[in-house]
């Protein structure tokens, strides 16, 4: 099974002093071999920021 869960969590939270939101996506290794970014919701900022693939 190539798919893969990951956790996307925010990059500007941490920034303003504010908790990261995280989100859980999934994605193919095979295909998509760099780290997944991207646009997510953060509630805590309200407002649209880039969320960055963790371990």
Known sequence: MPREV???ECTEA???G???SRYLSSRN???Q???VEKKK???NLK???L???IK
């Open 6 to 8: 990951i956790t996307l």
């Open 14 to 16: 941490k920034a303003e």
């Open 18 to 20: 504010k908790p990261a």
């Open 29 to 31: 290794k095979k295909t």
């Open 33 to 35: 071999t760099e780290r």
């Open 41 to 43: 919701y953060n509630k």
């Open 47 to 49: 407002r649209h920021t």
């Open 51 to 53: 969320h960055r693939e």
